[in-house]
T-cell receptor, first 109, second 114 residues
Framework: DAKTTQPPSMDCAEGRAANLPCNHSTISGNEYVYWYRQIHSQGPQYIIHGLKNNETNEMASLIITEDRKSSTLILPHATLRDTAVYYCIVREYGNKLVFGAGTILRVKS | GAGVSQSPSNKVTEKGKDVELRCDPISGHTALYWYRQSLGQGLEFLIYFQGNSAPDKSGLPSDRFSAERTGGSVSTLTIQRTQQEDSAVYLC????????????FGQGTRLTVV
């Protein structure tokens, strides 16, 4: 019952910015957008989250459109270690985290 | 420990046996999740404990699956009469309550039913 749509895979050159899109057209006013990633054979790792405003931390930036129906996760300088599955999640009422299929990001040298 | 701890890290069991998987969340975290991930697949939500509220069991695939959280801390996921299709990595996560809290995941228990 994931409420987000992401491309199944993307490639990015090492050192370049990786821009991962996510559509969440049915998001409601008090739902947050979260991004997690899962590197092979590891548990998922939190990256960033936001409600309305753009957010930035040491890992990434999150750009949310004004209508909140889509967002983009930006890894400013992708490295080979950023190769992972990236999950965009809209948090449902009751705080349950539901993961969709995600985007496989391949960073290539 | 500093993170979410799961045990055992690997479990091989015979079809039809019961298994118990344990999760020790981060101290003070009131929310706890269980997920499972089959080979090459995404994360499948199983159950969610949030503070003193009734757990959200909507993801449990059958009545062979159950989970408890004792004293608001340690959680045990029990699978009765295991089947081969239960083979997967079972992941536990914990977080503080609230929409802004990030979830921290353990390394998972790899269950193999033979």
């Amino acid at each position: 019952d994931a409420k987000t749509t992401q491309p199944p895979s993307m490639d990015c050159a090492e050192g370049r910015a990786a821009n991962l899109p996510c559509n969440h057209s049915t998001i409601s006013g008090n739902e947050y957008v979260y991004w997690y990633r899962q590197i092979h054979s590891q548990g998922p790792q939190y990256i960033i989250h936001g409600l309305k405003n753009n957010e930035t931390n040491e890992m990434a930036s999150l750009i949310i459109t004004e209508d909140r129906k889509s967002s983009t996760l930006i890894l400013p300088h992708a490295t080979l270690r950023d190769t992972a599955v990236y999950y965009c999640i809209v948090r449902e009422y009751g705080n349950k985290l539901v993961f969709g299929a995600g985007t496989i990001l391949r960073v290539k040298s | 420990g500093a993170g979410v701890s799961q045990s055992p890290s690997n479990k091989v069991t015979e079809k039809g046996k019961d298994v118990e998987l344990r999760c020790d969340p981060i101290s003070g975290h009131t929310a706890l999740y269980w997920y499972r991930q089959s080979l090459g697949q995404g994360l499948e939500f199983l159950i969610y404990f949030q503070g003193n509220s009734a757990p959200d069991k909507s993801g449990l695939p059958s009545d062979r699956f159950s989970a408890e959280r004792t004293g608001g801390s340690v959680s045990t996921l029990t699978i009765q009469r295991t089947q081969q299709e239960d083979s997967a990595v079972y992941l536990c996560a914990s977080s503080l309550e609230g929409l802004e809290a990030e979830a921290f995941f353990g390394q998972g228990t790899r269950l193999t039913v033979v």
